[in-house]
């Protein structure tokens, strides 16, 4: 059983975040919809769901992925990069603390959970304008000792690792090689998105089936192709907050 954290839309979410993105009006009505079928979605693919309330004082608290990276072993927090995101942390440690030992990344590093991809024992981090070589190191250390080879790939078009590139099952990385170093992957497949479909590559695994964003019909039909039953969900909203499908939620193993 997969239990999927997530966090309601804050009621301030125009103030959010952007580096690669211009802002433009953001509907938080229209969002918190979004978020609402994208929770209906995670349901209907199996996940237990919790629901944090919304954290009015942090614009960008949606985007729970951040805070936080979970394995089977521990959930560490993550420190981001930019101080007005570091108070979303309390309450995702709160959430995670009856489930996994906690462990906490400290400065100099700054690592945010949207660049730390997972593919079965391998953990590919982004260095990127939000996670830096220390943050890297750090997740080394924190990891290494788990059987977790842990290696950089670096970011080069786009905010997260993950904003370019997710795990689809069986050791498939669904990536746009426009953003990132395809060549620093090692051991994975690699399924590149249609090159009319960009933000395709940003896809959550929950089991053996995979949830992208509306809209990306021809990716959609690679990742189908390779037998995986695919959901989609409306991500044009809290998209325009510089966030994705995986940005949403947390997920981990319930571990009995
Ligand atoms: N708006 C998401 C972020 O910049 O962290």
Redesign the pocket.
């Known amino acids: 059983m997969i239990i999927a954290i997530t966090r309601q839309v804050s009621p301030d979410m125009s103030a959010?975040?952007?580096?690669h993105m211009e802002r433009e009006h953001l509907d938080t009505v229209v969002a918190a919809a979004q978020h609402d079928a994208y929770v209906d979605a995670l349901e209907g693919m199996g996940a237990e769901v919790i629901r944090l309330p919304p954290e009015p004082d942090h614009p960008?608290a949606v985007?729970v992925e951040?805070t936080a990276f979970v394995v089977d072993e521990v959930a560490i927090m993550t420190r981001p990069a930019t101080e007005s995101?570091r108070g979303e942390r309390g309450s995702i440690e709160a959430a995670l603390a009856p489930y996994r030992p906690i462990r906490r990344i400290e400065g100099p590093a700054t690592i945010e959970g949207g660049d730390i991809l997972r593919v079965g024992r391998r953990v590919f981090v982004g260095v990127s304008t939000r996670t830096n070589r220390d943050g890297l190191e750090a997740m080394v250390r924190e990891l290494d000792h788990f059987g977790y080879d842990v290696r950089p790939v670096r970011v080069t078009g786009c905010?997260h690792l993950k904003t370019a590139g997710t795990h689809i099952g069986d050791g498939v990385v669904l990536v746009n090689p426009e953003w990132c170093a395809t060549e620093d992957f090692e051991g994975v497949q690699l399924l590149h998105v249609d090159p009319d479909e960009p933000w395709a590559g940003n896809a959550v695994l929950v089991e053996d089936q995979v949830l992208l964003a509306e809209g990306f019909d021809r990716t959609r039909e690679r990742v189908e192709h390779l037998g995986r039953r695919v959901h989609v969900t409306p991500g044009t909203e809290l998209a325009k907050?510089?966030?994705g499908l995986t940005c949403c939620s947390l997920l981990l193993n319930r571990v009995e």
């Not at 959010?16 to 580096?19: A, D, K, P, Q, R």
């Open positions: 959010c975040l952007l580096t960008d985007f951040d995101r905010l907050a510089e966030g």
